[in-house]
Structures are given as C-alpha cells and as structure tokens.
C-alpha cells in the first residue's frame, strides 16, 4: 500500500507537493481544535463549582483568582467576576471588564480555524494549478511530437509516455485539492459550530455567577 501511494505521488508530479503540505496542516489544525475544544476542558465543573462557592476572602486572594484563572478558560471570566466585585466595583465596570476578557477568550475558541477555511478554500485552486500544470505536459508532448516528425520511431515510443505522464498529473491533483478541502470545510464547519457552543456555554455560566454576586443587575450578551 505504501508503495503505491508512493506511486500515485510520483505519477501526479510536482504539484502534489504543496497539496500534501496543506493536507498535514490541515489535519494538525483539525486534530488540536478538536483537543482544545472539548467541553470538559473549556468548562471543567471543578472551575465552577470553585467560583460558585468562592467566598469574600477567597476573591480577595489572588493567588485562589489566579489559580481559578489557571484551571480552565471559562475561569479567566469567572475569576474577573469575583476580582471586580471582591474590588467593590459597581455592575457597570465589572461587566466592562468582562467584555474585554471575554473578547480574548473567543479569539482563544477561534484560533486557527480562520487557518483550516483557508485551506478549504486552497486546496481546490491547487488541484487546479496541477491540472493546468498537467495540460501543459501533454500540449507539450504534442508539440514536442509535431516538431520531430523527422524520427517518427522515437517519437511515438516516448510521446504516449509524456501524454500519460501530462494526464496523470491533470487528474490527481484535481482528485488531491477535492480531497483535501471537503473534509476541511467540512471540519471547519464542525469545529466552527463547536466554538459557538462553547462561547453560549461560557456566557451562561458566567451570567449565572455575576447574577448571583450583582443579583439587582442583569448581565447582557
């Protein structure tokens, strides 16, 4: 099997190689979103249940806010929450301060997958550039044919060669790039649905722990 992989690799010539580059790239991406995003790494319910039965004194400490900021990403937000308050800022500020975490949070949820759409959206314009890469090849082989018609002998036992050789690069590169981005896109759909839960999952719990610290306020998205 592996050699003929090997083979069909050598067969699509060149072009294949960044194909394959994006192919590992993507998959590495792929991979690390699906780790990072995992609920019970983004919302571990040790973090809360730390935050939600956190009392004055424990908010007042920075070394408990920082090691609550430490156990989970949900915790950088709650751990802001009973900073603030611990501070004895009004609702206003606290929720001020909260966007601003909150904003690093999601570019945290989003890293990369701005990365695996590029690809999804590369790859077929690779397999592209193969096939016209691939064209040229067999154009060439016939332009090559047409101006040694004087040894017809050598011609014709090394231009189906460089024909086969022209198609081969044509059709899987194409096959490659649409084999590349459909599960890139497809993936990049998935982890992107998964990122948007996991911020409606970090909002609510958050809104839950400012409500009970500020309970004559309201927290809004």
């Known amino acids: 099997r592996t050699t003929g992989l090997f083979s069909i690799i050598q067969a699509a010539g060149w072009p294949i190689w960044p194909l394959l580059a994006i192919s590992i790239l993507g ?23 730390l935050a939600f039965n956190a009392n004055a004194r424990d908010a007042a400490n920075s070394e408990f806010l920082s090691d609550l900021s430490a156990s989970s990403p949900i915790g950088v937000l709650l751990a802001g929450v009973l900073r603030e308050q611990a501070l004895g800022h009004s609702a206003e500020a606290t929720i ?10 999601w570019a945290k949820l989003d890293r990369y997958l701005g990365g695996l759409a590029t690809i999804a959206t590369v790859a077929p314009l690779l397999g592209l550039f193969g096939t016209v ?3 040229i090849e067999i154009f060439g082989s016939q332009g090559g044919s047409l101006g040694s018609a004087v040894n017809a002998a050598s011609v014709g036992a090394t231009n189906p ?8 690069i044509a059709l899987y590169n194409t096959a490659f790039g649409l084999l590349i981005a459909i599960p890139a896109l497809a993936g990049w759909r ?4 998964i990122a948007d839960q996991r911020q409606r999952e970090c909002e609510e719990c958050t809104r839950q722990l400012f409500k009970k610290l500020y309970p004559e306020n309201e927290l809004r998205k």
Do not use: F, P
């Open 27 to 49: 998959l590495a991406i792929l991979i690390e979103r699906a780790w990072y995003l995992r609920k019970k790494h983004i919302i571990r319910k040790e973090t809360i249940e």
């Open 96 to 105: 001020e301060e909260l966007q601003i975490l909150a904003q690093n949070l």
């Open 133 to 135: 890469v691939g064209m």
């Open 161 to 168: 060669q460089q024909l086969a050789h022209g198609i081969s």
């Open 190 to 193: 998935i982890l992107r649905a």
